[in-house]
């Protein structure tokens, strides 16, 4: 979904425009300039400051993003200031840090994450956020490019990608707010989504300062057990010639046997699985008779093999090592881990950071494998600490969500981890109410699409518009600063995914441990018509 920067730049003047801390920065282009030469904090470089007209469509240089990140270029909504800055985190390491600082600011500061293993600075992050009068920041998480290769026998870089980099980040990106506007900001935010996810409660459990609010979708929780589940897929299917793979042309036939099982357990068949908890898919049902043309039934060995990736992944001890992937996701699965190929993360994972060898091949991965990664855990990486009191104590809130289609992180990972957070902490979700809430968004892919109400405003290209009942980052804000916490967050899923083509539904998502059921068949397409239930 694509908007039009007249469009697009309505919506965000009308958000900042609701601000009481709202007021155009006087002369911002002759700050801007001196501001290039005059910061002066340690390890810090300016690479250049340069005033940014609104409309302008910036293209983004090889020295800032490399060709594999996928974004050459970004549109900027609002007059800013753009600072690039090289920071130094040790004697072999150094962050790529950009801070975009509107003219029209709200006293709000607020960092981006980032995905995957890349090192690519999300600008399109940047920008949605800047535009609302955040000033924003954004990292490179320590190397550039959308692989690990930088990993490789150096751990100041690995540092880097597991909190370094984000947390320099916002210490050196509040200071240089600081410098530029005359005065410090009121309140400080984070958005991210699956490894900026993990991000934001690395920050959560570990620098509880950085952020007054933090919103952590389809968090990569558990990276190492993640990074090796992500490799199992390979050890479950084999390669496409093996009797155990299952080809792209039948995941469709199942992901059609899955809502038949499981669509109706909501009270409406619609394609989309509320709850896919509660779906416990049984591909016995799909097993071909002696004569049956397998193009649209499973032999009894894909069977196996299907069963495999719907079941929970234990190690060698039987600890858990990872959830099972969750029902309704496998059509866009199909081709990113059921394709009978090396998962590239996995392989970037063990050959650069567990193993430092470049030639290990992830075709050869064992539960032996499994348990040297998960021991290792550099730096905690798994960001899996349950005590997020000193988060609590100094008044944070944290708005964790997930997309319940996610093909890449199993969404039935977020729950575990909430439930984790609560038996740690020994607080119920009453107490767990006063300062983390999490919501499961159904039918939502890896932190954006799908087939459900999926557009919460967690990006630029995911505004309805910037009520905080629908948009998930305004949503923080009114939490932090007024006090309205969420009961449900509203998704809008437009038909085609095209704003422009009008609202096909909207639907209300639950607060965990509460789930949507059909309350009213008559308003099924209306929040209206559903109903949070335990």
């Known amino acids: 979904m694509k908007f039009s920067i007249p469009l697009l730049t309505s919506l965000l003047t009308g958000a900042v425009a609701t601000c009481q801390e709202c007021g155009v920065l006087p002369d911002a282009e002759a700050r801007c300039a001196k501001l290039g030469s005059s910061i002066n904090i340690e390890n810090v470089t300016v690479n250049f400051a340069e005033y940014v007209p609104a409309g302008t469509n910036l293209t983004l240089t090889q020295d800032y993003n490399q060709s594999t990140c996928g974004r050459p ?31 029209n600011w709200t006293g709000r500061f607020l960092s981006t994450g980032n995905g995957g293993v890349s090192g690519c600075i999300q600008y399109e992050d940047i920008a949605y956020t800047a535009g609302l009068g955040f000033a924003a920041v954004g990292a490179n998480n320590g190397h550039n490019g959308s692989t690990g290769e930088a990993f490789y026998n150096n751990l100041d870089i690995v540092h ?179 394709t009978g ?11 650069y950071i567990v193993y430092n060898d470049p030639t290990w091949d992830a075709a050869t991965l064992n539960l032996d494998d499994v348990d040297n990664a998960a021991a290792q855990n550099p730096f905690n990486i798994q960001t899996w600490n349950g005590d997020l009191s000193a988060f609590q104590e100094k008044g944070g809130k944290v708005l964790h969500w997930h997309g319940l289609m996610d093909p890449i992180i199993t969404s039935d ?22 300062f983390y809430r999490f919501f499961r968004v159904s039918g939502t892919g890896h932190c954006a699409g799908g087939d459900g109400a999926h557009s919460i405003g967690q990006s630029g290209n995911e505004v309805t518009d910037l009520d905080p009942q629908n948009n998930i980052l305004m949503r923080i804000v009114d939490w932090v600063e007024n006090g309205n ?33 059909l309350v009213d068949g008559t308003k099924a397409t209306t929040p209206e018509g559903w109903g949070c239930i335990l």
Request: hydrophobic content about 35%.
């Open 160 to 338: 880097d990608f597991v909190d370094r980099s984000f947390h320099t980040g916002v210490v050196v990106g509040k200071e240089i707010t600081k410098q530029y506007y005359g005065a410090a900001h009121k309140k400080s935010y984070y958005l991210g989504c699956s490894t900026g996810g993990r991000q934001g409660f690395k920050a959560v459990q570990d620098y509880p300062g950085d952020f007054d609010g933090v919103v952590a979708g389809a968090p990569a929780l558990g990276f190492a057990n993640l990074s090796s589940w992500s490799g199992n897929f390979l050890r479950i299917l084999g390669t496409p010639e093996s009797p155990t793979f299952v080809p792209t042309n039948l995941w469709p036939v199942i992901h059609a046997e899955i809502l038949n099982q499981c669509d109706g357990i909501d009270g409406l068949k619609d394609g989309i699985i509320e709850d896919p908890t509660l779906c416990q898919f049984r591909p016995e049902a799909m097993q071909c008779s002696p004569s049956a043309d397998t193009s649209t039934c499973l032999t009894s060995t894909q069977v196996a093999s299907v069963r495999a990736i719907f079941t929970d992944f234990y190690g060698n001890n039987g600890s858990l090592v990872f959830p099972r992937m969750q029902p309704g996701s496998e059509i866009v699965a199909s081709f990113v881990y059921y």
């Open 341 to 351: 190929t090396v998962f590239p993360y996995t392989s970037d994972y063990y050959r």
């Open 73 to 103: 270029s970004q549109v900027v909504s609002n007059d800013l200031c753009r600072v690039a800055m090289a920071v130094s985190t040790s004697n072999r390491s150094e962050i790529t840090l950009e801070a975009w600082l509107p003219t």
């Open 485 to 517: 916490a969420p009961e449900t967050i509203t998704g809008t899923k437009f038909v085609n995914d095209d704003k422009s083509q009008g609202v096909a539904f909207s639907r209300d998502h639950c607060k965990y441990p509460l789930r949507n059921v």
């Open 413 to 434: 990972n977020s729950p575990r981890y909430y439930n984790h957070v609560s038996r740690t902490m020994g607080l119920n979700s009453s107490d767990l109410d006063d």
